[in-house]
């Protein structure tokens, strides 16, 4: 089943979908807002209700992964913007995850510095930091950005920008580029 068969599916079946083809992807985006992995787990079975309850609303303007994506990301600036929402730092939970890895120096250094782009990148306010994630984690056009979050394409051009010179000034520059 592909992602233009929707018409054909009831909605038990686009939540299986969704679980099986989009899972994955769609609690990495929650997690990027949340930072917390308990919550992701939440706010993911909140999307699942989401996509339940409103199948009949899919008209199919959009593909079905940018309408799920569109859900999670609203979901999860809902929380954001709730009395529940604790922000927790990150950037230590980053370092420590990678402590067992090969001694290598060179791939240690490497990965040293991923781990500070991506520290970097969490630390972005949110509408930075969704345009960085949706580019290079789900390899998303700024034009499918635009569809996903309700944001005009000016605009997340704009916060591109924005996003790149805020890294630049927090992560040395050292061969590394955030040119998309």
Not at 92 to 111: A, C, G, R, S
Request: charged share 30%; glycine share 2%.
């Amino acid at each position: 089943m592909n992602d233009y068969s929707h018409q054909h599916m009831d909605r038990d079946q686009a939540v299986q979908y969704t679980m099986d083809h989009f899972g994955e992807d769609l609690k990495r985006i929650i997690y990027t807002y949340i930072k917390n992995h308990h919550t992701t787990d939440d706010i993911f079975q909140e999307v699942l209700l989401t996509i339940y309850q409103r199948w009949q609303q899919f008209k199919g303007q959009s593909s079905l992964k940018t309408w799920v994506i569109r859900i999670a990301i609203n979901r999860s600036k809902d929380y954001l913007r709730s009395p529940l929402h604790r922000i927790k730092i990150v950037k230590d939970q980053w370092l420590n995850q990678k402590k067992d890895t090969d001694p290598l120096e060179e791939i240690v250094l490497q990965q040293e510095k991923w781990e500070e782009i991506a520290a970097a990148i969490l630390n972005l306010p949110v509408k930075y930091r969704e345009v960085m994630i949706l580019t290079f984690q789900q390899n998303m056009t700024q034009k499918e950005i635009a569809e996903a979050t309700g944001t005009p394409i000016s605009t997340i051009k704009t916060r591109m920008q924005r996003a790149r010179i805020l890294l630049k000034k927090e992560v040395s520059e050292e061969g590394w580029t955030f040119e998309s």
